[in-house]
């Protein structure tokens, strides 16, 4: 390098998932290193799915604890992840990010639908000013549109609207940063084909790069998942030279020291969500049992729940979904956290009989029973078997897997295979995730912003014992064994 470079530091979190125990350990970490360069050499960005609704601190305070913790690290820059941006209401958001935040949120791919103008609270870009360099930040979220007009959002195409971004920003600026929560795959594609980008820092697919990795001419930065560590960089730029250089990695939120200020705020928050989850939403005058391999009462209730819902003529969902059962008496907001923490939604297709059959027996396999299962959604442990409503099953333990099942019906009639079913079902199933069969669906409606918990709260508030706690749907036969 030539003349006399200039120096800044970017501290970065992505994808915490409101692992509040980390928290503590990230705050310590970025105190220390802002006391080890000059003051306003610094600058700390989050990059989205810092909030996650399993969660009983941010489920009970509606993501405030959330944007409390940033406020105090001192975060400066902010993208809203996709469990932000889908799993709160707008109503929420412009709560907590319009009077709460004490950052700047970006996301130049994200709009209001029907309106010209993003919310006050969210810009696509913005520049600051660190030790005379002027540094350039897009912002650009992960874009899902089935789902984010159904709340009201207009989500683009991320990488032309970055483009528009880059060109409008990139004379006005010595560094230009993307903020990126779309995935390393499209990280990797931006750094291939637009110029004018210094660095990326990513996040989305929880991947850890533990130094910069120099695609083409952009630095591409990530912090893995769940607060395991804090990325730290050094951006050197020389003007003289034109260049721009970065350094540094992620550091092991483990090695660093917890901020006890931040302990005793996120203790502050626990407290207020306890009192929120305690609130009594039924009563149940008789236990409702639960398991992941075989049918249960509180399963099938919860499916039955669904098919009402979605107004479908029948419903399916993995009983890995509920973690436990229910007790006779009081159920709290925070039981049904507790016992269905997965933030999916409802939704309804058309779904081939085949296709129906073949995901029923599927569930009745050892592997997918016990399948461990992670993301798009899912928070639970193992997929689980199917639970039905409107469909019965017959079928012989003895025979070979895939050839187990004898008979079914939807709403007393055979089952045709060539038949299109209304069916209500889970929005992780259209992805791919799980049974795959169930994600052969055509014109699907997702029910938003409801979880399945939500189905299941107002199901219980009703009150009364319904058919579902007692009504069996899979009938094994006497046959070969």
């Known amino acids: 390098m030539s003349g006399n470079p200039q120096q800044f530091v970017l501290l970065h979190t992505n994808d915490i998932h409101s692992h509040f125990e980390q928290m503590p350990k990230l705050a310590g970490g970025i105190r220390r290193l802002r006391s080890q360069y000059p003051a306003g050499r ?16 941010t489920d009970g305070t509606d993501g405030l604890a959330n944007i409390a913790v940033l406020n105090a690290v001192g975060c400066d820059l902010h993208v809203p992840g996709n469990n932000e941006g889908l799993t709160f209401p ?11 935040a004490a950052f700047t949120v970006l996301a ?21 000013e660190v030790d005379g360099l002027r540094v350039g930040f897009i912002g650009a979220t992960a874009a899902y549109p089935d789902f984010y007009s159904l709340l009201g959002w207009q989500i683009d195409e991320p990488l032309e609207a970055i483009a528009r971004e880059v060109r409008r920003l990139r004379g006005q600026v010595d560094v230009l940063v993307v903020l990126s929560h779309l995935g390393i795959t ?14 990326i820092i990513g996040a989305h697919t929880h991947h850890l790069l533990e130094e910069p990795l120099l695609v083409n001419r952009t630095y591409l930065a990530a912090a893995g998942k769940y607060g395991g560590y804090l ?46 989850l305690s609130r009594v939403v039924a009563r149940l005058d008789r236990p409702l049992g639960n398991g992941w391999r075989t049918e249960s009462p509180l399963g099938n209730r919860l499916a039955a729940a669904l098919r009402r819902w979605v107004g479908a003529e029948a419903a399916v969902l993995n009983a890995g979904q509920l973690l436990e059962g229910l007790p006779e008496g009081d159920v709290t907001k925070g039981d049904l956290l507790r016992i ?14 085949a296709d129906l059959q073949e995901a029923l027996e599927l569930a009745l396999t050892d592997e997918y029973r016990d399948k461990p299962l992670a993301g798009f959604g899912f928070r639970g442990k193992v997929l689980g078997t199917l639970c039905l409503d409107g469909i019965d099953v017959r079928y012989e333990p003895g025979l070979p897997e895939g050839q187990r099942i004898r008979f079914v019906s939807i709403q007393g009639e055979p089952l045709d295979p060539e038949r299109l079913y209304r069916m209500g079902s889970l929005d992780m199933f259209t992805f791919g995730a799980g049974y795959s069969p169930l994600g052969r669906g055509t014109e699907t409606e997702y029910f938003l912003p409801e979880f399945l918990r939500d189905v299941l709260e107002a199901d219980l508030a009703e009150g009364g014992e319904r058919v579902a706690d007692t009504q069996r749907h899979w009938f094994a036969l006497k046959g070969r064994s």
């Open 90 to 100: 707008l109503e929420v958001l412009d709560r907590n990010y319009g009077q709460e």
């Open 340 to 353: 269905c923490p997965s933030p999916v939604n409802p939704c309804r297709y058309w779904l081939k009989g």
């Open 42 to 57: 610094v600058l700390t960005v989050d990059l989205g799915d810092h909030a996650d609704r399993v969660s009983p601190i």
């Open 108 to 128: 130049c791919n994200l709009a209001m639908e029907g309106r010209e103008e993003p919310p006050s609270w969210l810009q696509a870009s913005a520049i600051r």
């Open 186 to 199: 499209k990280d990797r594609l931006l750094a291939e084909q637009l110029e004018g980008i210094d660095l």
């Open 231 to 276: 990325g730290h960089l050094v951006v050197t730029v020389d003007r003289e030279a034109g260049s721009v250089s970065v350094e540094g990695g992620c550091l092991p939120a483990d090695t660093l020291p917890a901020d006890p200020a931040v302990e005793e705020l996120i203790a502050g928050w626990r407290e207020v969500a306890e009192r929120s």
